[in-house]
């Protein structure tokens, strides 16, 4: 499953700003790609990242569709057990976000924690290490 995100008017500078944390390539249509004359030219109808580890699709809202936002919540959520990879894409995201749950073990056994980015997106973080992991280096 790969949920779209929605913006408004900046979708472009959200799937860069993924794309240097989570690599993988981006790609961009926009509008006026699609002869979309009412909307604004430059403005994101689809964009694709897709990496080895994540796929994310966004879009800018139609105009009036932002007023929807209030209200709705939604998290991305990681679950694995890579924790030096899970733990630099939480950093990342933290280092420009705001609130959330540090990173920390939990009494289920796994690392969790949680951030809104610079966007507004809420990620969620469980990781499961592996036994090498948990070795002191």
């Known amino acids: 499953m790969t949920p779209p995100l929605n913006f408004a008017g900046?979708?472009?500078e959200a799937m860069e700003y993924y794309q240097s944390i989570f690599g993988g390539e981006l790609r961009v249509l926009s509008f006026s790609d699609?002869?979309?004359?009412?909307?604004?030219?430059?403005?994101?109808?689809?964009?694709?990242?897709?990496?080895?580890?994540?796929?994310?699709?966004?879009s800018d809202a139609m105009p009036g569709a932002e007023a929807t936002w209030n209200g709705t919540r939604n998290y991305i959520a990681f679950m694995g057990d890579?924790?030096?990879?899970?733990?630099?894409?939480?950093?990342?995201?933290?280092?420009?976000?705001?609130?959330?749950?540090?990173?920390?073990?939990?009494?289920?056994?796994?690392?969790?924690?949680?951030?809104?980015?610079?966007?507004?997106?809420?990620?969620?973080?469980?990781?499961s290490p592996t036994p090498a992991d948990d070795q002191p280096s």
């Open 82 to 127: 890579e924790l030096d990879l899970m733990t630099g894409w939480y950093d990342k995201l933290a280092a420009d976000g705001t609130g959330g749950q540090p990173l920390a073990a939990q009494a289920w056994g796994d690392i969790y924690g949680d951030v809104k980015d610079k966007f507004g997106i809420e990620w969620m973080f469980n990781i």
């Open 34 to 58: 699609f002869g979309m004359s009412d909307m604004p030219a430059d403005g994101t109808m689809h964009a694709a990242l897709i990496g080895p580890h994540i796929t994310i699709m966004a």
């Open 10 to 12: 900046n979708s472009r």
